[in-house]
């Protein structure tokens, strides 16, 4: 029995010891912390080696207890796209598949990856990029034509190389099989402390997750930046997301009592969740820009080449109507027809700025992948 809590607690430390801690303080968990003003030469004292910019690729990220060798994980990711592939319709445009190949390249070189990355865009209109452990990304269409530049949709894309590069998959899947060995012996354990020990597994695999997700927004606000994006795009990114979850709370709430107030998540709300409170996010990414990262007159905020690829999506999406003229056999279905007095040609957009986009950005970053029992 002392053996079997010995190698619990040894499991818990693990996850506990892969939480990626605050760059900026040592401030107690649940204490909030606001960002402080740094100077240029105070960044460089206080930076922590894992965190340093300047070290990116030389850092060891990724490198925790992992039953999975890089080989084997990029096997395992290898299975789990083939199964993606089968079952799913992708852009052939190659100009637009170019694009967002050598985007989501430049940043891959910019971050702690090992392994090499395939990306794909899918024929969706939904707005996901969520990566597979190996190196495999995927970008719906749907969310390059919802965000607005270059800028953002390359810091979604850098939290989501940045899930690859940190292992997180793998290195989640090797806490859930550890917590599946004990729990066999785990099981003949009764009485009080039943209660809290069947209560530590499931509870550090869900802080391993929400630790996961900030550390994917640290590390990709670094990548993003060493591939000279502004970091304070994602920032701005994660307050739509915030605006909008406010949003959706409201709505929830509406037709409720007037007394009703949406309850705020307390600490054990918090130890239930898998994802980290977007306000959270907010806060240390923003701690981390101030913090971390060196000043920088010029950032890449769009390119001509970005509203060019959304143009053509835009336009590749349009329904496609025939028209009937003199002479022409009958055909099936509706047929689009124009006065003589109307000009036959269709107005070329070539030159044309791509119309902006005024909706709010949907929530676009992906839990992490599951992996089969």
Known sequence: MTFTICLLVGVHCMAASDAPKSPA???PEGTASTPATVSPA??????????????????????????????????????????????????????????VSRLGQKIARHSDAELPFTIKVIDCPDRRVFGLPGG??????????????????AALMAHEIAHVAARHATRFATRKYAWNMLS??????????????????????????????LEADLLGIE???????DPQVFVEALEKLSK???????RAAKGQSKSFKPASPGKIARAFSNYPPTEERIEKAQTAI???????????LDTSEFQEVRARLARADRPILHRQRPGDAPVAGPVLRRSPDQ???????????????KGRLSSVFSHLPAFPQ
């Open 42 to 99: 105070s960044k460089e004292t206080t930076k922590p080696e894992k965190y340093d910019v300047d070290r990116i690729g030389q850092r060891n990220v990724g490198h925790g207890v992992n039953l999975y060798s890089l080989q084997k994980e990029r096997a395992l990711g290898e299975s789990m796209a083939a199964a993606i592939d089968r079952n799913t319709k992708f852009v052939t445009d190659p100009e637009i598949n170019g694009y």
């Open 25 to 27: 303080s040592n401030t």
């Open 136 to 153: 495999f990304l995927y970008v719906d269409k749907g969310l390059i034509t919802e965000v607005d530049s270059e800028s953002e949709l």
């Open 343 to 357: 000009d036959s040609q269709t107005p070329s957009l070539a030159g044309q700025p791509a119309a902006v986009t």
């Open 184 to 213: 066999v012996p785990l099981a003949y354990i009764s009485g009080p402390a039943a209660i809290g020990t069947h209560q530590l597994g499931p509870l550090g695999l869900m802080k391993f997750s929400r630790d996961a997700e």
């Open 290 to 300: 101030s913090t971390l990262l060196p000043d920088r007159n010029d950032y890449v």
């Open 244 to 250: 909008k979850e406010m949003e959706d709370r409201a």
């Open 223 to 229: 990548y993003q930046y060493a591939a000279g994006y």
